[in-house]
């Protein structure tokens, strides 16, 4: 069934970890196995954020090399970020597989990538100038508590929680997804494409690499290809409805804008509220709600419709 939702402030910055672990919190009933945030905070000249694992949770309980090996491992990327030219300006480790750096880079992004996963167990989960993605398995709560996300301050936001239904429980098939290899592109997605494979191995010949079997991931990969062809985000996002077939209602963030597309049967429920101070959009009213409690007037987008907000 799943949740997805997405905030965006007009103009200013907000609390954001902690209104978007409401909303989806509130929609927990939707997708109990995992919970995954996209969250933008106000970009630094000459800091690139970096949010990578290496390890699953579920691997903790594999015994204690498991400990010795993510150690390992980590000091490994270290060691790769400065081969590669890299200065570490911070590096705070989330939960003993998951960690926070924010570094000195002004290289190629796919070199930089493709360098740090050639690590065992390794897995970037974002590269971006504002972007730091979160995903766990646990709910709202739980995950915005291990990751300290009620601290975080930002401009907008987007996350999902999954029930698992073709795929494993696991960190790598939780949303959002991060665009591999472009800065700050983030997906969340309810619904199924049914010409993912084929759309997927085009994307491949083109360059691009998947870390999932999801069909999530090709939708934020989809943007990104049409991004970095000089297409703008809105009408990558009307091209996405005519090119990806299915039923499907999905949130696009980049650095600084918020996007959502309905398919032209519009099967997948979508809540939207415009209001001065922002805009919040989610899969039930009752998570705007949590961010909006006062009385709010909120609509259904149409079938087949696109938009975009921006900060």
Not at 232 to 238: F, I, N, R
Request: charged share 25%; net charge negative; aromatic share 8%.
């Amino acid at each position: 069934m799943c949740g997805i939702a997405g905030i965006i402030h007009r103009g200013t910055v907000g609390d954001i970890g902690k209104e978007m672990t409401g909303m989806l919190q509130s929609m927990k009933h939707r997708g109990p196995d995992s919970t995954g945030f996209a969250v933008y905070g106000t970009p630094k000249q000459g800091q690139v954020v970096i949010r990578f694992k290496v390890a699953e949770k579920e691997d903790l309980a594999t015994g204690f090399e498991i400990h010795d090996q993510i150690k390992i491992r980590r000091s490994e990327v270290d060691e790769r970020i400065n081969t590669l030219g890299g200065n570490i300006i911070e590096a705070q480790q989330a939960t003993e597989y998951a960690f926070l750096y924010k570094i000195g880079y002004s290289g190629d992004l796919r070199k930089f990538a493709d360098y740090i996963e050639e690590i065992e167990g390794a897995e970037i989960l974002s590269i971006g100038d504002a972007l730091e993605l979160i995903k766990d398995l646990g709910d709202a709560n739980q995950v915005s508590d291990e990751y300290q996300l009620g601290q975080f301050v930002g401009t907008h936001a987007i996350g999902h929680v999954r029930m698992a239904t073709e795929s494993d429980v696991d960190i790598c098939s939780a949303h959002p997804y991060w665009a591999y290899p472009f800065s700050d592109i983030s997906v969340v997605h309810n619904g199924q494409l049914t010409n993912y494979w084929s759309k997927r191995r085009e994307l491949e010949r083109r360059g691009h690499r998947f870390v999932s079997d999801c069909d999530s991931e090709l939708i934020a990969v989809y943007i990104a290809d049409k991004i970095n062809q000089d297409t703008s985000l809105e009408k990558a996002m009307w091209n996405s409805i005519d090119e990806l077939d299915g039923v499907f209602t999905y949130l696009v963030a980049t650095s600084d804008s918020l996007g959502m597309a309905k398919d032209v049967m519009a099967a997948k429920p979508m809540v939207l509220y415009e209001g001065e101070m922002g805009i919040a959009l989610a899969s039930e009213e009752v998570a705007i709600r949590t961010v909006f409690p006062h009385e709010i007037d909120t609509v259904d987008p149409y079938a087949g419709e696109v938009r975009v907000w921006q900060n």
